[in-house]
C-alpha cells in the first residue's frame, strides 16, 4: 500500500505491481511507488537537492502526469508505464533535447521486442501506431546550481501498455472520449498482454547505450547515428504538417530531420529549420 506523509508525497513502496526491474549502469537506483503526483516533478526536486544522475522513478498511478504544453497524462493504476529518469548529460543545454531522441529510440525497440508492435515516432515528443499515439515524452531542464553542481534533465514518459485495451474488451476504467478516438496501447495493438515492467526492463536495456552515445566526446559519430536512426523512424518527415510555436503557427512539408535533431519544414518560399513547437499532421 501507499501513504501520504506531510508534505502530500506518496511514500515510497518496496514492490510494483509487475515484479521487480534490476539495475544496471548507467542507471544508479530505481525507485518504484505505488501512487505520485508527478515523476517528472519527483525527479526534478531530487535534482535541486543533488541527485545523481541514473536516477529512475516508476509509478503505478500518477495524480497530476503532465505532458507537453501542460496537458494531462491519464491512465488507470498499474496498466500503463509511467516513467522518469535523472540525466545530467555531458551536452551543451542547446543538445539537451537529444535526450528525448534517445528515450524514443529505446522505447521504440522496446516495444517490438515486448510484442511485435514498432511504432513511428511523431517529432518531437510521441510515438505512433498509425494516427493513435501509444506514448508521450517530456523532458525537463534545470540549470547548474549550488546543490545540484550540474545541469540536470529529467526525461519523463508515458507508454500505454494495457490501456487503453482492445474494442469490445470492457475497460476497468473508462477511456475518456477525447482519447478514445487517438490512443492506443501495446495490447490493444498487439492482442498481447504484458506487464510494464517487462518494458521498463528492455526500456532501460536499450536506453542506456544511447546515452552513451550521446555522452560520449570521443565518439561523435555515436550522436549522429542517433539522429539517423530517428529520422528513419520518424512519420513526421514527408508529411504536411501544422506546427504551432510560442509567437505563430505555421504550415509546410517536413523534408527531413537536421543531424541537430530539429525539423526541417519546407513553406514554399523556403525551408525553416524548426527547433521546439507543438505538430499536428495534416491529412491528405
Not at 218 to 240: I, K, M, Q, W
Request: charged share 20%; glycine share 12%.
Amino acid at each position: 500500500m501507499t501513504g501520504k506523509d506531510n508534505t502530500g508525497t506518496a511514500r515510497r513502496v518496496t514492490a510494483m505491481s509487475g515484479g521487480a526491474s534490476r539495475v544496471r549502469p548507467p542507471f544508479t537506483e530505481i525507485r518504484r511507488f505505488g501512487e505520485l503526483d508527478s515523476t517528472n516533478r519527483y525527479l526534478l526536486d531530487e535534482a535541486r537537492a543533488g541527485a545523481a544522475t541514473g536516477l529512475v522513478v516508476v509509478a503505478d498511478h500518477q495524480t497530476a502526469g503532465r505532458g507537453r504544453l501542460g496537458r494531462r497524462w491519464e491512465a488507470p493504476a498499474g496498466a500503463n508505464l509511467l516513467v522518469s529518469v535523472l540525466l545530467r548529460p555531458g551536452l551543451a543545454v542547446g543538445d539537451l533535447h537529444l535526450v528525448t531522441v534517445a528515450m524514443a529510440l529505446a522505447a521504440r525497440t522496446a516495444c517490438a521486442e515486448a510484442t511485435g508492435v514498432e511504432p513511428s515516432l511523431k517529432w518531437p515528443n510521441d510515438l505512433m501506431v498509425g494516427e493513435r499515439k501509444l506514448a508521450g515524452i517530456l523532458a525537463e531542464a534545470i540549470p547548474a546550481g549550488p546543490e545540484a553542481g550540474v545541469p540536470a534533465v529529467v526525461v519523463g514518459m508515458g507508454l500505454n501498455v494495457g490501456w487503453p485495451g482492445p474494442d469490445g474488451v470492457p475497460a476497468v476504467v473508462a477511456v475518456p472520449a477525447e482519447l478514445s478516438a487517438g490512443a492506443t496501447s501495446l495490447w490493444r495493438e498487439s492482442g498481447r498482454r504484458v506487464e510494464p515492467a517487462v518494458v521498463l526492463e528492455l526500456l532501460l536495456d536499450h536506453l542506456g547505450p544511447r546515452l552513451d552515445d550521446l555522452d560520449d566526446p570521443d565518439n561523435p559519430d555515436g550522436r549522429d547515428a542517433l539522429v539517423a536512426e530517428y529520422g528513419r523512424a520518424c512519420s513526421t518527415v514527408g508529411r504536411a504538417v501544422t506546427v504551432s510555436m510560442s509567437t505563430e503557427t505555421v504550415t509546410g512539408t517536413v523534408t527531413g530531420i537536421t543531424a541537430a535533431g530539429h525539423l526541417l519544414l519546407d513553406v514554399g518560399a523556403r525551408t525553416r529549420t524548426i527547433t521546439a513547437g507543438d505538430v499536428v499532421h495534416l491529412r491528405g
